[in-house]
């Protein structure tokens, strides 16, 4: 029986997705894109000062390596031969940058992750030296100047942290997005890695140029980065090099299979779900909310506060395609704080059972603009609100209006992509571990007033990296073209209030948005002073103490 379930797997692909908040390693059938077997592992984020996040890159390569051999341990027990597992592909979380040391293969300092403010001042200063009819920053990357990308934190890593410095000037530091690490320690680390990234995490950083698809001069004598740190930039789909188990892994038999599949998580899911046409679109809800039109193999400039990035190159001969693309810092990441900071919920999964409690937020809005706006507003001076407040408000509508929060930053960025690609969308393709949520679901297409559409099959970020990887040359197990591409089947959620009710809520909401802007005025957090701001550990949740004192029984759920 199992050789026979084997002789019908055929070639399997493996991919890790390394996340904000979790990594995992998935194995996907290649002929079918079934998800075969996986593990997960949460990752830590340390706040070592107020609107500071880092995590430890030796971590999560670890959470890395026991993904890898739990997944395999799972697939044996399947009956599954291991060795029928062909390529392997990267995803990852974008613009988190670790420094290491090459001869040594040791972090020189923590990851500092994407969501990190400390660099605030340092986006001041570089914004007075751009010319105002010369944005060239933007017109090179298709970014904002913004604490969000790799530049800023490489340049505070380069002028804070004395190892960063000494291994920089003694020609030992590499610098690279998780990406980058990850590849660099899977394929040898100090006996031969490969200091690689591709073209979607590579146009993450501000130093990249999105047309000539090259590391700019000028954007990192800008910035002050010395080139020779940068990792090489490959297209998302080619083999970088061989896995070499260095780890005391049980999984030796993935031990000379290529890497050949690199995609920013983004870009991923993109890929996953198959967004290969101009004017496709999807909004992933992972640790922030990421909506991505691709907009094919052009750029288009927003005016109405979106990025343009690089969506994915799929061989190194193959064209590029671009994306615009609505980023939201806070999605998934509110419900962690609940758990973590509050303690409402003691799991995740329970956010949906105290919304359905109530069924409403009885006009109680959330804000959570813990690292300020991201788009459209691009606001850093924005802060974390709960407004609308009364007496009868208890967890379970703070609960709603978190769910809810995630949908308004939603419509906030569909609304900015229609008005820049001029043809709305008719409905949105969603993926990310936040849509198991069904009433965060629901709440989506009646906030859009559009149909939500999930695939079955969630996992559809470490299945764009699967995609990849299995179709590099030198691999080619996995076909992309589109008659080949397996039908996926899919979940569809109606609008189920009437329009003005959609239209009311919405225009709340935007209310409470200008209610939480303007709040750091004096000082950016790269100062570290809790005084700008109440210091809960995550951050940045301003409620007046009137409020606090007034309600603080009832927000607990105590009669």
């Known amino acids: 029986m199992a050789a026979a379930k084997k002789a019908v797997l055929g070639p399997l692909v493996g991919a890790v997705d390394q996340g904000t908040s979790s990594t995992r390693f998935l194995v996907f059938n290649s002929k079918t894109a079934e998800l075969l077997s996986h593990h997960q592992v949460e990752i830590k984020q340390e706040f070592p000062r107020e609107g500071w996040v880092e995590q430890d890159p030796k971590e999560i390569l670890q959470s890395v390596y026991e993904c890898i051999e739990k997944t395999c341990e799972k697939l044996g027990q399947l009956n599954i031969d291991i060795s029928n597992i062909k390529a392997i592909g990267v995803s990852n979380q974008r613009e988190t940058t670790v420094v290491w040391d090459k001869l040594t293969g040791e972090p020189l300092y923590n990851a500092v992750v994407w969501l990190d ?13 751009i010319p105002g009819n010369n944005n060239f920053v933007k017109s090179k990357t298709g970014l904002p100047l913004s604490t969000y990308f790799s530049a800023v934190k490489l340049r505070w ?23 980058s690490w990850l590849i660099w ?11 690689c990234t591709d073209v979607t995490n590579a146009s993450r950083t501000m130093l990249f140029n999105i047309h000539s698809l090259e590391w700019d001069k000028e954007l990192c004598e800008f910035f002050g980065i010395p080139m020779e740190i940068l990792p090489s930039v490959r297209s998302s789909s080619e083999i970088y090099g061989l896995m070499k188990i260095s780890h005391s892994l049980k999984a030796g038999a993935l031990e000379g299979v290529p890497i050949s599949g690199c995609l920013g998580d983004q870009s991923a899911a993109l890929v996953g779900q198959m967004c290969f046409q101009d004017g496709q679109a999807k909004n992933t809800y992972g640790t922030g909310c990421f909506l991505l039109c691709n907009t094919g193999h052009k750029c288009v400039f927003s005016e109405h506060g979106l990025l343009t990035t690089v969506a994915y190159k799929l061989g190194r001969d193959k064209p590029v395609y671009y994306a615009l693309e609505g980023s939201v810092a806070i999605a998934g990441a509110v419900i962690r704080w609940l758990r973590d900071n509050l303690g409402i919920i003691k799991s995740s999964e329970e956010i949906e059972k105290l919304a359905k409690e109530v069924g409403t937020s009885y006009g109680c809005y959330f804000v959570p603009a813990f690292s300020g706006l991201y788009a459209p507003y691009w606001e850093p001076s924005a802060r974390g609100i709960i407004c609308g407040l009364t007496q009868f408000t208890n967890k379970c509508h703070i ?13 906030e960025i569909l609304d900015a992509m229609n008005r820049d690609c001029g043809i709305p969308l008719s409905h949105l393709q969603v993926d990310g571990g936040m849509t198991s949520n069904k009433i965060l679901m629901q709440l989506q297409a009646d906030i859009l007033y559009i149909p939500v559409v999930k695939p079955s099959m969630p996992e559809t970020t470490a299945l764009g990296a699967a995609m990849a990887a299995g179709a590099a040359e030198g691999v080619g197990v996995w076909s992309l073209e589109p008659e080949d591409l397996s039908a996926v089947t899919m979940e569809r959620f109606e609008p189920q209030i009437n329009a003005e009710e959609s239209e009311i809520r919405y225009s709340t909401w935007k209310k409470a948005v200008m209610k939480s802007i303007g709040w750091v005025t004096t000082q950016s957090p790269e100062s570290g002073d809790p005084s700008i701001f109440c210091s809960l550990p995550l951050g940045f949740f301003i409620v007046s103490s009137m409020v606090m004192l007034i309600g603080a029984r009832y927000i607990s759920g105590i009669p």
């Open 157 to 179: 890593l380069l002028d804070n942290v004395r190892k960063v410095q000494k291994a920089v000037e003694e020609n030992r530091a590499l610098f690279g997005t998780i990406d």
């Open 399 to 411: 609960a709603f209006a978190a769910l809810e929060a995630v949908c308004f930053q939603t419509r």
């Open 117 to 129: 403010l400390r660099t605030q001042s340092t986006v001041e200063n570089l914004s007075k030296r």
């Open 185 to 195: 320690s899977l394929t040898g680390g100090i006996n031969g890695g490969v200091h």
